[in-house]
């Protein structure tokens, strides 16, 4: 019985420490709101509508 309970407890560590460190990474991931997303990537499209037009290519 106490085998059956360490190898029980050993696999909620496991899982525990899983979780923790997906939730971790969805938290960095989605740390950034999305309007402050949208602004950046109008501010880069921007640019490079600016360094296209100076090759030549304006739309």
Do not use: N
């Amino acid at each position: 019985m106490p085998r059956i309970e360490a190898a029980v407890q050993g696999e909620l560590d496991r899982v525990s420490q899983t979780l923790t460190s997906r939730i971790r990474e969805l938290a960095e991931r989605y740390a950034t709101p999305l309007p402050e997303l949208e602004t950046e990537v109008e501010q880069l499209a921007a640019r490079v509508g600016v360094h296209l037009a100076q090759m030549g290519f304006a739309s």
